[in-house]
């Protein structure tokens, strides 16, 4: 035994296993700020036994939150952005800002503008004659006197913030107000932008992760935050869903009743992701939760708030993929509104569905889907179909139309690549390509002599889904962004990145999980690599934009001469179907 145990010492060595708490959101959190937080509401008041002694809730303040100071004008949060992040009022105000919405530009955001015929023609000569040239009109942060940005914090904050709000509709929170937390917990984008409204206020920021756990403990918070919730945002997406939208006040309130909101998967599945690619496609398999199992009673519907989750049925000895589903699919419908043609039909699923990635779902059970759905409502009525071909009499020998969707190991290939999430990715079919690189040229022309992508990336059979922004559904690459730099030109448009606002951090590169944003160094018109007072080199994020100025569109797909590119919908499993038959 003994020299079996030196053999295992020679190759290996031990080492710490990392903790969740081994990267603290505040590492300075003191001592003293933790007992000011631990007399304050709502903490004051919470019962300290009911937390485990492995997260004690003292434990989840010092690791998971971290006291903030604002200043008049300063950005707590943007309309439109993804955030990890709760905040609770401890002194001072903030404004929340309902309409109408603040500038774009106010905010760190890009303009929204199209260049012209003659603009797009003189683009061909007026570039920079070096690659990422920066340019001294450039409105670099201080340069533009309608913003700036805090140097410390990386912030964005409004000048002159009495004035821009002066004819605005705004909302003033006051100590004690918790705001943001249905956004970090449920992955959705922000829905108002929250400004600093007095000389000083102290907010105390929670990341969703000590959140969730406080209220996985404490029932009074959750309780509060499920009333917010249930008032607001699922009353809303009940009353405009086709299944529900036809019932009055009372039955509405009834339905966010019972109602039950649930999430599956990591919310950082980017991350995961990228770590279990290594492993291989069974380690990413593997880590998909169940959510329903084929052949279990189906006890109600999922409706699909926030996140995507893998619709598949037996086939054989494994399982093959059916479809990929995201916000709006509802998923278990078919099985209650067949029971209502035939009483006698066991309830039982006739599909399993796993999370992919993160999810949050709305549960409906049975007896009210029973009770409050419209049965007049076909499976086709709904706003998102989960499973691509209809149903026979028996689902055990349901025919699979293979012609209204791509081939099983394309579906499996999409589902380990996550390529369900894109909206335009760039799909490029070898062999039609010549690799005449006509699609980078005309990048680069669009875009001061720097391509925004890489005719590379991953392969199967003939197709490459080539390293450009996918411009997804659910853009990971915008959490945590300081400055709003990258954002999207509207509500499910195009994701940029404003290069007057990004002080080049890359986060957004770090969370992209495919490979789709680059770090670059800039250089002045001269070509000379700019670099700040410690001479590091100044860099920026670079990503496809999908040519937004671009009255024409991509100009990587209109300069192929040969029909082997395209900007393709990969939410929906019939896109690429119907591209690779046109060709």
């Known amino acids: 035994m003994a020299k079996t145990n ?38 004051a008041s919470m019962d300290e036994s009911a937390f485990p002694a492995g997260t004690p809730l003292r434990g989840i303040l010092k690791a998971d939150t971290a006291v903030r100071d604002y200043t008049v004008g300063q950005i707590v949060l943007r309309k439109g952005d993804y955030g ?7 002194e001072g105000e903030v404004d929340v800002i309902l309409r109408p919405d603040v500038d774009p530009a106010l905010l760190g955001r890009a303009p929204s503008v199209k260049k012209s015929f003659i603009g797009r023609f003189s683009q061909l000569w007026n570039n920079n004659p070096e690659p990422e040239g920066w340019r001294k009109k450039s409105p670099r942060a201080a340069d533009n006197p309608k913003f700036s940005i805090n ?14 709000v002066s004819e605005a509709q705004t909302v003033a929170l006051k100590a004690g107000q918790l705001f943001g937390e249905i956004s970090a917990l449920s992955r959705m984008p922000r829905t108002a932008t929250v400004v600093a409204s007095t000389k000083q206020a102290r907010l105390l920021e929670f990341s969703w992760e000590g959140l969730r756990d406080i209220m996985r403990y404490d029932s009074a918070l959750k309780k509060q935050i499920d009333k917010i919730y249930r008032e607001n945002s699922l009353k809303n997406f009940l009353r405009h869903h086709p299944l529900f939208s036809h019932l009055d006040e009372a039955d509405q309130v009834q339905l966010c009743e019972e109602a039950q909101l649930e999430n599956f998967g990591e919310y950082n599945w980017s991350g995961t992701y ?13 880590n998909e939760p169940v959510i329903v199992r084929e052949g279990e009673y189906s006890n109600g519907i999922y409706m699909i708030s926030a996140g995507f989750c893998r619709v598949s049925q037996k086939y054989g000895n494994g399982e093959r993929t059916l479809n990929y589903i995201g916000a709006g699919s509802v998923f278990g419908y078919e099985e209650i509104a067949n029971r209502w043609k035939n009483p006698q039909q066991e309830l039982n699923s006739l599909y399993t569905l796993r999370s ?20 007049g409502l076909s499976e086709a009525d709904l706003p998102s179909n989960p499973i691509p071909n209809k149903r026979s009499e028996s689902a055990s020998t349901r025919p699979v139309d293979e012609s209204a969707m791509p ?32 699609c980078v040229r005309a990048c680069a022309s669009t875009h001061d002599g720097n391509p925004r992508f890489l005719r590379h990336g ?9 390293n450009a922004c996918m411009h997804c559904v659910d853009p990971v690459c915008m959490i945590g962004c300081p400055t709003g730099a990258i954002h999207r030109t509207s509500f499910g448009g195009e994701v940029v990145i404003n290069p007057a606002t990004c002080i ?36 920026k994020a670079t990503k496809c934009d999908l040519c937004v100025e671009q009255t024409s569109g991509p100009a990587c797909l209109n300069a192929c001469p040969h029909d082997a590119l395209s900007r393709t919908d990969l939410t929906q499993v019939s896109s690429l179907t119907q591209w690779l038959k046109r060709k």
């Open 84 to 90: 990890t992040s709760a905040f609770l009022l401890l």
């Open 356 to 375: 992919l990635g993160y999810a949050y779902l709305i549960f409906i059970p049975t007896p009210s889907v029973e009770k409050y759905a419209n049965r």
């Open 151 to 164: 140097k410390e914090r990386g912030s964005v904050y409004l000048q002159d913030y009495p004035q821009i």
């Open 6 to 43: 030196n053999n295992l010492a020679s190759i290996t060595r031990k080492a710490a296993r990392p903790k969740r708490w081994d990267d603290p959101l505040d590492p300075a959190m003191s001592d003293a700020t933790l007992d000011m937080l631990m007399s304050t509401e709502p903490f």
């Open 407 to 438: 081939s099983a190991s394309l579906m499996e290939f999409m589902g380990e690549h996550r390529f369900f999430n894109g909206t335009k990715s760039m799909v490029i079919d070898m062999d039609r390509c010549t690799r005449c690189d006509d």
């Open 458 to 466: 991953p392969m199967i059979d003939n197709l490459m889904f080539a």
């Open 274 to 286: 990228l770590r279990l690619a290594k492993d291989g496609d069974e380690a990413i398999t593997a």
């Open 504 to 539: 080049g951090c890359g986060t957004c590169a770090a969370n992209c999980p495919y490979d789709s944003i680059r770090m670059v160094e800039i250089r002045s018109s001269e070509g000379e690599f700019l670099v700040d007072e410690e001479y590091q080199p100044i860099l």
